[in-house]
C-alpha cells in the first residue's frame, strides 16, 4: 500500500525517532506533495522532522494535478493539507496521512479515510515495531509537543491493551 502524508505525520514521528515506521508500513512509497516538502525541510529548516524528512529517500515529492481543487480545499485548509488531500485523491488507493481534525474531516466528506500518527503507532505496536504504544505516547506530547485528548489517548491505549 502507499500513502500521500501531510507536515503533522512527518513532524510528529520525527520528534520521537519513528519516521521510518511509514517506510515500514507504505511498502509501495510515500509520497508529499510540494508544499509539504517546503513546510517541513524548507521553511521548518532547523525544527523538528526537517533533517529527517530531507533525508529519507523513500519519500517522494509528487506534484498535485488538479490545483482548482487544491484552491477550493484553500478554502477551509492550509496549503499542505489542501495539496496532501487532492494528491491522495490522484493516487488511486493510497491512504491519506493527516493529524488536524479540521482537515480529517474535509477528507472524511470526500470519501477518504485519513489514518493519523497515533494510527501508525497503533500499527507499529500491533506489528511489534515497538514495544510500548503508551511510552511512544507520552514521548509525542512532551518530546514532540503533540496535543493529544486524554479520551484519545486513553482509546489507543486500550486498543492495543496497555490500558
Excluded: H
Excluded at 64 to 71: A, T
Amino acid at each position: 500500500m502507499k500513502a500521500v502524508s501531510n507536515s503533522s505525520v512527518l513532524i510528529a514521528l520525527s520528534s520521537i525517532g519513528q519516521l521510518e515506521l511509514l517506510n515500514q508500513r507504505f511498502s509501495d512509497g510515500v509520497f508529499i506533495p510540494q508544499a509539504v516538502w517546503k513546510e517541513v525541510v524548507e521553511t521548518g529548516s532547523g525544527r523538528p522532522g526537517a533533517n529527517q524528512v530531507a533525508n529519507a529517500s523513500w519519500l517522494t515529492i509528487c506534484p498535485v494535478n488538479n490545483l482548482n481543487l487544491v484552491s477550493l480545499l484553500r478554502l477551509e485548509l492550509d496549503e499542505g493539507e489542501s495539496e496532501a488531500i487532492a494528491l491522495s485523491l490522484e493516487q488511486p488507493n493510497s491512504a491519506i496521512l493527516l493529524d488536524e481534525k479540521n482537515a480529517r474531516g474535509v477528507a472524511k466528506r470526500m470519501n477518504l479515510s485519513p489514518l493519523g500518527t497515533v494510527g501508525i503507532l497503533i500499527w507499529a505496536k500491533q506489528n511489534r515495531l515497538i514495544s510500548t504504544l503508551k511510552e511512544q505516547l507520552d514521548a509525542l506530547q512532551t518530546v514532540g509537543k503533540f496535543r493529544l485528548s486524554y479520551s484519545v489517548y486513553q482509546e489507543a491505549l486500550k486498543n492495543v491493551g496497555e490500558l
